[in-house]
């Protein structure tokens, strides 16, 4: 084997990549581990370069090819015929075996130690490496720890469905089996949904956590047939009909706990994709205080909540916790000493002491034709899912008009834009100027994993985008990977939130039908801040990190 001589710091520096100072920092950080990291992996840490930058470059100094494990077909059987902790501890992977090579992708192509090893271990063929970024390698590596975990479950699923055992179905046969596991699995790891989705040869589990989807299970086509035939009837669906979508609602008992499951399944190019939402009771008992408002929109709620009537818009994409939110609301102020009645399409969480109402549009029991319906139920609080159409939105600020505190939730991407929202959906700008009461518009951004949680610095092209933003001399944090967080570096989420307060002066604005960008500069000088402020505050503080922030708030 030829051994390259390169430094990887001089020729980074050479190609402009970092500085002769960002260099020497790397140099002096490298010497305080006592040389245990490695110069790649600090240059990384500290932001002066990307993890795919780096190892391209490494690639073509070195003459190899650099190889994007996720856009090539990896051969799991071959896992088994190497050993597979060598490759392990080198961060490097067996891909591919074909009649000429051995292929096998290593993240520093510089450590000559582990390549020699491999030679020695692989002596029936000749080795043809690559270079791959470490965390690619990480994640294949992980789906094949969970091929191996459920290979037992999935073999004796097989054997029924060979058998034919499976004709007769029951509570303790292996797919049921494999389903309590599936979900098992989604709780145990606070995921919120769960995703079965079927390819040519093969399905896939993944399980949303943290609002981020991550694999669980892998497993043969003739299994996936099996198991989305329980689940439908689980749900009370019609498992013969493929063609079109069916919703449907089960409830299990999870390690002594019942959990409320609602059930979705659309046909696909390869079959029924299924996704399961995890409704679990306890988070519809959440406090606002608990969400992650920061103290000054905290105090704007509980202004709007203590408003005797008028409408408060929860605004945001879905996923970004507006129920959750408006629940929150609701906990806050419902009681035996008011009536609170909800419009909901679907229902996910059921409330005491609030009477709540499913919309069924097959039947023509719509958001609007409900809402006239609850004003002759003598509300005091009413909630709205949606405000979807003219009609829905109409009668819901009629209802605030008179005497009643509404909320409801719109599809906008941040708060001043839910007037413009309103005004193009036809709604007068003076109805909307006289009955709102403020706008939340807010995003959820993973929280740092407190047991690995260490000081960085984010890479230069994140920091230039909101530079404008940041004081001098700031201090980041990140997540570095533990078992306590799957080694995402993330555990929970928080919210980030924005809010409009409808002000004399900004209700004069608004029915005079003064345009979003009038709004936010008049909005401004009354205390109004954008999200990403609040989001950039919380990565300073080192509740969750600016990529995070980036992810879920766009900088204007």
């Given amino acids: 084997m030829i051994k390259n001589k390169i430094r990887l710091g001089d020729l980074l520096e050479e190609k402009g990549l970092i500085t002769k100072e960002q260099l020497q920092k790397a140099l002096a950080i490298q010497q305080e581990n006592s040389y245990n990291k490695k110069l790649g992996e600090i240059l990384v840490n500290e932001g002066y370069i990307e993890e795919k930058e780096l190892a391209q470059i490494l690639a073509n100094q070195l003459g190899l090819e650099f190889i994007d494990l996720f856009s090539v077909e990896i051969d799991f059987s071959l896992f088994e015929s190497y050993p597979i902790n060598l490759f392990k501890n080198a961060d490097a992977i067996v891909f591919k075996e074909d009649e000429n090579f051995v292929h096998i992708a290593i993240a520093d192509p510089l450590n000559y130690d582990a390549i020699e090893l491999f030679e020695k271990h692989i002596a029936v063929k000749p080795i043809k490496l690559y270079v791959a970024t470490k965390s690619e390698i990480k994640h294949i590596f992980e789906r094949f720890e969970i091929i191996q975990t459920t290979k037992s479950l999935i073999e004796s699923v097989k054997r029924d469905i060979q058998s034919g055992s499976l004709k007769n179905e029951n509570e303790q046969s292996s797919v049921m089996k494999l389903i309590e596991q599936i979900i098992k699995n989604a709780v145990f790891n606070n995921a919120s949904d769960i995703h079965i989705e079927p390819s040519t040869s093969q399905a896939v589990v993944r399980n949303r956590i943290d609002g981020v989807l991550r694999e669980s299970f892998i497993f043969e086509k003739e299994?996936?047939?099996?198991?989305?035939?329980?689940?439908?009837?689980?749900?009370?669906?019609?498992?013969?009909?493929?063609?079109?979508?069916?919703?449907?609602?089960?409830?299990?008992?999870?390690?002594?706990?019942?959990?409320?499951?609602?059930?979705?399944?659309?046909?696909?190019?390869?079959?029924?994709?299924?996704?399961?939402?995890?409704?679990?009771?306890?988070?519809?008992?959440?406090?606002?205080?608990?969400?992650?408002?920061?103290?000054?929109?905290?105090?704007?709620?509980?202004?709007?909540?203590?408003?005797?009537?008028?409408?408060?818009?929860?605004?945001?994409?879905?996923?970004?916790?507006?129920?959750?939110?408006?629940?929150?609301?609701?906990?806050?102020?419902?009681?035996?000493?008011?009536?609170?009645?909800?419009?909901?399409?679907?229902?996910?969480?059921?409330?005491?002491l609030i009477q709540q109402i499913q919309v069924n549009e097959k039947i023509g029991f719509t958001f609007s034709h409900i809402l006239r319906s609850v004003l002759r139920q003598d509300p005091d609080i009413i909630m709205v899912g949606e405000a979807r159409d003219y009609e829905t939105l109409n009668a819901a600020v009629q209802a605030s008009l008179t005497g009643h505190l509404v909320f409801s939730t719109l599809h906008t991407n941040d708060a001043p834009s839910a007037i413009t929202r309103m005004v193009q959906m036809g709604l007068e700008p003076y109805l909307i100027a006289d009955s709102l009461i403020g706008i939340v518009s807010q995003r959820l951004a993973r929280k740092i994993c407190p047991y690995c949680k260490t000081k960085y610095r984010p890479h230069r092209n994140i920091l230039?985008?909101?530079?404008?933003?940041?004081?001098?001399?700031?201090?980041?944090?990140?997540?570095?990977?533990?078992?306590?967080?799957?080694?995402?570096?993330?555990?929970?989420?928080?919210?980030?939130?924005?809010?409009?307060?409808?002000?004399?002066?900004?209700s004069h604005l608004i029915s005079s039908n003064a345009n979003k960008f009038e709004i936010v500069k008049e909005a401004k000088k009354e205390g109004y801040a954008p999200m990403i402020i609040d989001g950039l505050r919380k990565s300073l503080m080192g509740i969750t990190t600016l990529e995070e922030v980036l992810r879920v708030v766009k900088v204007s």
């Fill in 464 to 506: 230039e985008k909101v530079e404008k933003y940041l004081p001098k001399n700031v201090e980041f944090y990140k997540g570095e990977g533990c078992a306590k967080c799957m080694f995402t570096g993330y555990s929970g989420r928080i919210v980030i939130s924005e809010i409009l307060e409808n002000t004399n002066l900004l």
């Fill in 223 to 352: 299994v996936y047939n099996a198991l989305t035939s329980r689940i439908k009837i689980l749900g009370n669906l019609d498992i013969s009909e493929r063609r079109k979508a069916q919703d449907g609602r089960f409830s299990l008992q999870i390690s002594q706990k019942s959990y409320d499951f609602r059930l979705s399944t659309v046909p696909t190019l390869y079959g029924e994709s299924i996704v399961l939402r995890i409704l679990d009771q306890q988070k519809a008992l959440l406090k606002l205080n608990e969400l992650g408002f920061n103290k000054k929109n905290l105090k704007k709620m509980e202004n709007f909540l203590n408003t005797p009537y008028g409408i408060v818009f929860v605004t945001g994409p879905t996923g970004s916790g507006k129920t959750t939110t408006l629940y929150a609301a609701l906990n806050e102020i419902k009681g035996v000493e008011n009536k609170a009645i909800t419009i909901e399409d679907p229902i996910e969480y059921r409330l005491p």
